[in-house]
């Protein structure tokens, strides 16, 4: 106990001295889309050129064991603009998230003093996305099962020159970089900037209309070109009847129940790889603003994003799911007076990122964050206060492409995974020692540790409450949205993303959602 008291008492003095003995830092947050964590460290890091995440990797800290609080877009920003796990703010999914008076770091950071620039996809606030995908949110326990997305496909263009595939998030970053060497360098504050991409997140497919989600790995040859096409693994697939209920649920709804041959995937892969490192030259450019303005020595840079992607993991693409590929995130920082070359084994998530901004720039944080300060992780003592941050990570998800409320407990070599009530779908528990690539539920094999990953899960979060919670807001919000419609219901919900299917049996589809309405 001595030693941990003196410990914390140097660690404490440490930061005192790093807040007091110089300016506040500048806080620049890179934010992407759908970008696997696992590829900005090895073995991960070796299939694609990611330079400026790897200058990061030399200059800063990269947590090896980061990951999202929700796989999906608007509830995982929901978590790191709030710093509160979703089940407490209620961001159940894409298109129920805060409020949009909620009070954000960045919105401390500016009461304290600091100038703010947001740019770019926020996506954190209730009412966006598209009607089908709040309606395959709600109508997720109707007893039906529909391809809602796209089948996975890749689309070149371009040529060997063609650099700038994203324009939306090129022209964002511009933007960004501009007003970094314009308006940044003539401060005589510090400052908070936040550049949100779309990228690697998949492109809408054109051919499937405008309800049509987006399924299209799109690049051009220029960034193929960083793509080691040799070190691309072809995941392994479990059976479709080997699969658990709810990864079955989600290979279906996904449209990846088909056949895929191997070149199919393969080329999934590397477009999504390439899409990444397209995102990467986005974060050079903030980069290199930041040199040429003078500030690069006197501000942190973090780069994370709000999920990864599972690029044909599991036989699914896109997000929606607790598996690595889709709930692993990149997350690196660095800057003045912290560690360089360091990797995290801790485990940490996206809630950590609130605390942290602010203990970086002197700003007492709430009460009522879920998250814990990094800032110990990032010290170039090398020392750690023990206690300081719980060593789990909690994800959870409410969306579509799931039929059930999903909660996952990542903690020490285990990921454990529970669903609804616990009772009426059995849960998942994976050694990722063992088994990096998530085939083998162990959930049986190792009772013990399931009971005790199960009750460390119930000490954080009651999740049956938290589904019923869900499961009634789903039925009210449905409701009122029928009601809404009027005598155009039948035609709207059978004209969604479903449509293909839904026409195949239009009368059972209808009376699914009867059945499910009324309880029977």
Not at 162 to 178: L, P
Not at 267 to 281: K, L, P, S, T
Not at 447 to 467: C, F, H, K, W
Request: glycine share 6%; hydrophobic share 40%; aromatic share 12%.
């Amino acid at each position: 106990m001595h030693q941990v008291v003196v410990f914390i008492a140097l660690y404490l003095g440490y930061v005192g001295c790093l807040l007091h003995s110089r300016v506040r830092p500048n806080v620049v947050m890179v934010m992407s889309d759908a970008f696997d964590g696992r590829l900005t460290f090895d073995p991960g890091s070796k299939v694609v050129q990611l330079p400026y995440i790897n200058y990061l990797r030399e200059m800063g800290t990269t947590f090896l064991e980061a990951y999202t609080n929700s796989p999906i877009c608007c509830p995982s920003r929901a978590a790191m603009w709030s710093g509160r796990f979703v089940h407490l703010t209620q961001s159940w999914n894409n298109y129920k998230c805060l409020d949009g008076n909620a009070t954000t770091w960045m919105d401390l950071l500016e009461k304290n003093g600091y100038q703010m620039r947001r740019f770019g996809k926020l996506d954190y606030t209730s009412g966006s996305h598209s009607v089908s995908n709040r309606v395959e949110a709600w109508t997720r326990d109707v007893r039906f099962l529909l391809s809602q997305e796209g089948r996975p496909v890749t689309e070149l263009v371009g040529n060997a020159s063609t650099v700038r595939v994203m324009t939306k998030d090129w022209e964002t970053t511009d933007r960004a970089a501009q007003w970094i060497r314009d308006a940044a360098a003539r401060l005589h504050q510090p400052f908070a900037l936040y550049l949100g991409l779309n990228l690697p997140h998949t492109y809408k497919t054109d051919s499937l209309g405008p309800t049509g989600g987006g399924s299209t790995f799109r690049t051009s040859p220029y960034w193929l070109k960083k793509v080691s096409f040799d070190l691309i693994s072809i995941p392994k697939w479990l059976p479709m009847a080997a699969m658990h209920p709810v990864d079955y649920y989600s290979t279906f709804t996904k449209n990846c129940s088909g056949e895929f041959s191997q070149e199919e995937i393969r080329n999934i892969r590397a477009f999504y790889y390439a899409m990444c490192a397209e995102a990467d030259a986005m974060l050079g450019q903030v980069l290199a603003a930041l040199r040429s303005a003078g500030l690069l020595d006197n501000t942190v840079v973090m780069f994370t994003a709000d999920h990864g992607d599972l690029a044909m993991e599991h036989r699914q693409y896109y997000k929606m799911s607790m598996f690595e590929g889709s709930a692993h995130v990149p997350l690196l920082i660095t800057g003045p007076g912290l560690a360089s070359g360091l990797q995290s084994n801790q485990t940490v998530s996206l809630v950590d990122l609130y605390p942290t901004v602010l203990e970086l720039a002197g700003v007492p944080a709430p009460d009522d964050l879920s998250g814990h300060s990094l800032l110990p992780l990032l010290s170039r003592s090398g020392a750690r206060p023990p206690q300081l941050h719980p060593g789990w990570a909690l994800s959870e998800y409410h969306g579509c492409n799931a039929n059930a409320s999903t909660y996952m407990l990542r903690k020490g070599r285990w990921k454990y995974i529970a669903y609804a009530d616990g009772q009426s779908i059995p849960p998942q528990l994976f050694d990722l020692t063992l088994d990096k690539k998530e085939l083998h539920n162990v959930v049986a094999k190792f009772p013990q540790v399931g009971a005790y990953m199960e009750e460390q899960l119930r000490n954080i979060v009651t999740y049956p409450d938290v589904s019923q919670a869900v499961q009634l807001y789903n039925k009210q919000q449905f409701i009122s949205w029928q009601k809404s419609l009027g005598s155009n219901y039948t035609q709207v919900i059978a004209n969604l993303r479903w449509h293909v299917d839904w026409q195949r049996d239009v009368s059972a589809n209808e009376k699914a959602v009867q059945d499910w309405l009324s309880g029977t």
